[in-house]
Structure formats: structure tokens, C-alpha cells
């Protein structure tokens, strides 16, 4: 029998570079090993592709060392790596499914509000939780009452774009917040105030949906905070696992520990050695690994066919795990970055394990 296909849903930028072999960071030539791994073929489209009145899609798939655009059958299982916001395309992409089509990692941009809601249902979770709130002025002035340091970030919004920061000093507070939202911002501008909330501020509020939260005490390198990205997937057994943890250091001209923002990857290893020689790594990579297990599983019985997130996890210079965020869209590359080479082919090689899982009637474990 010939390998099934698997698809791959893509967005526009990546699906015009296929046939140059330009795919940013999607690596998927990796896809690819694995499909001969697992005896399954990756192929490539975009949701205007399908045609549900025929059950086809026009693909680009695999012809020798390149790709070519062919009708085929709608795959039965698809793996989500483009990101839709408009209800449109929810709905389209729910239509799918009700055809019969697996489509895993369906939707892919959750609010970071509801995220956060999601994971207080957990009391085991709950102690690992920042303080949070929908950001309104009322509810900004709440925690400034209760905190000294205020992170204010979009709701909606990936790779640092748009983050703000709070920071009391003596009687009054400093607002430190970026000139664009676009990814390549270099200008951070600064204003100092008292009791009313700078106009700018105010007006940001209004305009987009932002969370206020508690600025997270989190663990110093060479003086500056890190954080922890961690790919966590479904394998070929549907089981939750983590594929790889890359740290990531705050630049010195900002707060943001962003890749895209100019933060620097490290392994974590190396971290620990040189500024917390006291920890156990063994016992620090327990607790990472089982608040990790908790919050896939937890996200996974919540959240329809999740099955590859990418957490970002801070630590206290105890060793301690505490939750920022989810990303449903992993951006993969800091293993890349950090020359973490197997996990950032692992991190491809996952979806389609999974994939194929499926494929054969498996049912993921929850």
C-alpha cells in the first residue's frame, strides 16, 4: 500500500519559498526524514487549498530532491502550523473536522487570559502562576498597589512584540514600553509618572486587549533575567514529552528575554554550572519536567487536539518553575540558535510521529 499522506498547513510566506527552498524557520526537509522514518508523506497547503465539495487539496509534495503542486485527497490527518485570528477560518477549519479530518493544534493563537484561566483550574499549577489580570486602568492600579514591578503584554501577540514594563521607584513609577510593535522595534522609550497613568498608556489600553501581570522574580545570568523555552509534543505513542529546553538571556538593553528581540540563547546546563553551583541539575530538571508534564496534560483536556506547545518557563534561583506562557505555534528555532541541533530536528520529527499515530486509530493519552 503507498504511504498516506499527512499534511502540513501552512501559511502564505512559507508556502510561496517551497519551491525556492526558502521556509524561514520551518525546517522542512526534516518533516520529510521523518515521513520515511514512519512511512507516512508530508505535503504542504494552505486552507484556501481545500476543496471540502471534492475532499481534495491542490499540495505541493514531494518529486524527488523538490516539490511539486498536485491535486490529492484531503489528508486524514493534518498538523496546524499556520495561524488564522479570524472566526472565518475557525469555522472552515472546524468543518474539517467535522469530515472526519484529525487536524491537531486546530487553533492555534489562544488569548493569554484564557490560558492563564485554564491553567488556575489546576491546584497544583496555581502556585506556579503569576499574578494576572485583563489590563484596564483599574485593574493596573491594583497591582500596583500590590506589586513593584508590572509586566503589561497583548493578549494575542507572539515573540515579545508590544511588552511593557512597570518598575516603582521611590514614590512614583517609570513606564518603559517599545516605539513600534513591529518585530525589528529597537527604540524603548521611557516615562516617569506618579498616580495617574501616562495618557500613552491609557490610550494603549483602549485600543488593543493587554494582560497586566506580576513582574515574575526570576533567575539572573551575567545580571540579566532568563527564561526557558520548552518544546513540549506528542509521540508516536501519543504520550506528552519534552523534546528539548533551551534557556534564553535577556539582552543588556532590555528586559525582553525574545530571541526575536535580541535575547541569547544558552543551555541551561551551562547556566546552573556557572551561577548556581549549589542546585542539584538533576532535581531542578525534575521539577521542570513535571510542571511541564502537568501544564500539557492540563492545556491538552481543555483545549481541542493540542498536541505541540512551546512553554516558556522561568526559575527562581531556587530552582523553582514558574509559568509566562504557551505558545501553540512553537517557534522551534532557538534550539537552532543554541546549536542544539538533534532537539531542533526532533521538534519536526515529533508531528509527524504523532501523525502517524493517528493515522493507524491510536488515541492520545490525557
Partial sequence: MENPYVGILVNDTLFDGIPQGKTIYEAIHYYSEAGKEYGVIPCYFRIQDVRMDTMKVRAYIPSGEHYVLAWIDLPKVIHNRAIYLDHASYDTLESWTQHGIILFNRWNRYSKLLIHQILLKNDSIRPHMPGTYAANPINVRMMMNAYDSLII??????????????????????????????????IWRQIRFSKQLPISLQKKLKNRSYIVQQCLPLALYDGRPFDLRISAQRDECGEWGITGIVAK?????HFLTNVAQGGEVMRLPDILAREYPSLDPTAVYQQITDFTMRVAKHLSAELPHLADIGLDIGLTSHGFPLFIECNSKDQRYSFKEADMMEEWKSTFYKPIAYAKFLLDGGTPVY
Fill in 153 to 186: 503584554k497583548p493578549t494575542n501577540s507572539s515573540i515579545g512584540r508590544g511588552i511593557m514594563k512597570m518598575d516603582r521607584l521611590g514614590t512614583g513609577w517609570r513606564l518603559i514600553y517599545p516605539a513600534s510593535m513591529r518585530i525589528s522595534n529597537r
Fill in 249 to 253: 538571556v535577556a539582552s543588556r538593553k
